[in-house]
């Protein structure tokens, strides 16, 4: 039996539910109030000590981030191959995927806290007790102090900024790989296209659609 903690809006989430379907798994979702911090309490917590989601049980395995849960589901249930065949290409897509560890995630969400999500964490946590709570919480120092400069200063943020920039930066990679084929690596749908594409949607709607204007591979 397979089992997602997951959220509805959760970027990460959204790349494992896609290789669920592509593989034509069933499975189970467990869902997860980011909003009221259910994923710090300390049942969730043992299962992921960052307090985040997504998380998947696969029978008594615990498997956690997101690209890692793809490429295990890739590899346990092979039927539907998300992978190239040639090591270059998996080394394509693992180059990808890990330029989505390194930055692209925390620069969605930086662009999400400070666009869409900081009047609702202003109003749910309204006194700066309760405020200062809900950041304490946070497991990661870094997050802390990132999370509190959204909800400060929203796109004033100086990490926004930097954020979008490095976002343009990718998106520029990714129309140069989109140049000859419709896929990001080679000529078939793969763990790379799977793993991009919640984050172009949710700067979709971000409204921040503008930045690809000029791209014109992404409307093919
Ligand atoms: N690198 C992790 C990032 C996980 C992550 O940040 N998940 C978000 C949802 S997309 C989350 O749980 N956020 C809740 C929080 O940080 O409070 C992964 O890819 O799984």
């Known amino acids: 039996m397979i089992q997602l903690y997951e959220a509805p809006m959760s970027t990460c989430t959204q790349k494992v539910r896609f290789v669920l379907e592509q593989k034509g798994l069933s499975w189970e979702g467990v869902s997860v109030d980011l909003h009221s911090g259910e994923n710090f309490s300390p049942e969730h ?8 989601i997504p998380i998947l049980v696969d029978d008594e395995d615990v498997i956690i981030e997101s690209n890692n849960i793809c490429q295990y589901l890739d590899e346990k249930y092979p039927q539907v191959a ?4 040639s090591p270059k290409g998996r080394s394509d897509v693992r180059t990808l995927l890990q330029l989505i560890d390194e930055h692209l995630h925390s620069d969605v969400s930086a662009c999400t806290y ?4 900081r009047d609702r964490i202003a109003k749910q946590y309204n006194t700066p007790e309760k405020l200062k709570a809900y950041i304490a919480e946070i497991p990661d120092a870094g997050k802390r102090l990132s999370r509190s400069d959204y909800v400060a200063m929203g796109i004033e943020s100086p990490a926004v900024h930097t954020a979008v920039i490095r976002i343009v930066a990718v998106l520029r990679r990714l129309e140069s790989l989109l140049q000859n084929s419709p896929y990001l690596v080679g000529d078939q749908l793969t763990l790379a296209d799977i793993a991009y594409s919640p984050y172009i949607t949710r700067l979709d709607h971000l409204s921040m659609g503008g930045l690809w204007e000029d791209m014109p591979a992404w409307t093919k």
């Open 82 to 85: 998300l992978m190239p065949n």
């Open 114 to 117: 400070a666009i869409a999500f």
């Open 45 to 52: 917590m043992k299962l992921n000590p960052k307090g985040v």
